[in-house]
């Protein structure tokens, strides 16, 4: 993996970015409003892409960018970023073992994953998932 998953913190924060147009990125630094968010998702049709990411990953860096372009472009996708040094149990809960990991969730499930920094796979399996 490249590093160590370390600093697991409990604050009740939730922290969106956004572009000028309306899409958002949402960033989860406790586990409690996590599984909240999480949980209420369950109820909708909508697909959320979750980023597992780390401060020091290289290639979870390299798209930062790509997944502004692309939360921006996708505005029926819920785009949430997770740090892995942050919420080391929900990580452990997806079985995250490589930064970033992209998991695709629809109605609580687990409907797909792209491993590593795959713009176009990326790309690839949202376009088939929002359909």
């Given at each position: 993996?490249?590093?160590?998953?370390?600093?697991?913190?409990?604050?009740?924060?939730?922290?969106?970015?956004?572009?000028?147009?309306?899409?958002?990125?949402?960033?989860?630094?406790?586990?409690?409003?996590?599984?909240?968010h999480?949980d209420?998702?369950?109820?909708?049709?909508?697909?959320?892409?979750?980023?597992?990411?780390?401060?020091?990953?290289?290639?979870?860096?390299?798209?930062?960018?790509?997944?502004s372009?692309?939360?921006a472009?996708?505005?029926?996708?819920?785009?949430?970023?997770?740090?892995?040094?942050e919420?080391?149990?929900?990580?452990?809960?997806?079985?995250?073992?490589a930064?970033?990991?992209?998991i695709?969730?629809?109605?609580?499930?687990?409907?797909?994953t792209?491993?590593?920094?795959?713009?176009?796979?990326?790309?690839?399996?949202?376009?088939?998932?929002?359909?």
């Open positions: 993996m490249g590093g160590k998953l370390s600093n697991l913190k409990h604050d009740d924060h939730i922290h969106s970015s956004s572009s000028s147009h309306s899409s958002q990125i949402l960033s989860f630094h406790s586990s409690a409003k996590w599984k909240a999480f209420a998702s369950n109820y909708t049709n909508k697909l959320m892409v979750i980023e597992f990411t780390a401060t020091w990953c290289g290639p979870a860096k390299y798209m930062d960018p790509i997944i372009e692309f939360a472009k996708y505005s029926e996708v819920e785009f949430i970023k997770i740090d892995v040094d919420l080391m149990d929900v990580s452990k809960e997806f079985k995250v073992e930064m970033p990991t992209f695709f969730i629809k109605k609580g499930e687990v409907v797909d792209v491993l590593g920094a795959r713009k176009e796979d990326l790309k690839n399996q949202i376009e088939k998932h929002i359909k």
